[in-house]
């Protein structure tokens, strides 16, 4: 194994501990405002993790997967974003 290798694998396992904590605070968020930017985090992490398998074959078959899910991710807060503006809006 050389360097690169080894630093695929440490990313992968920052990238795997920190969706851990990202679906544990999806989970368990106390409002659903932490909820959606976990979710938003499970997004990205979820893009980071193709990206790096794609660096990892050199195969870039998964690409239009990526953005995908990127702009899904971004369109789900911005839509959860809105719907807590209007919801505190309402309350004043």
């Known amino acids: 194994m050389n360097v690169l290798d080894y630093a695929m694998a440490a990313t992968a396992v920052m990238l795997s501990a920190s969706a851990g904590l990202a ?15 976990s ?8 893009v980071s993790f193709i ?3 794609i660096a990892y074959r ?8 990526m953005v995908s899910i990127a ?15 209007r919801r505190a809006h309402d309350r004043d």
């Open 23 to 37: 679906l544990y605070r999806l989970v368990r968020g106390p409002s659903v405002l932490d909820r959606t930017v």
């Open 71 to 85: 702009l899904l991710g971004f369109v789900a807060t911005l839509t959860a974003a809105r719907f807590a503006e």
């Open 58 to 65: 050199g195969d870039t078959a998964y690409t239009g997967v």
């Open 51 to 53: 990206g790096l398998e």
């Open 39 to 46: 979710l938003s985090t499970v997004s990205v992490l979820l």
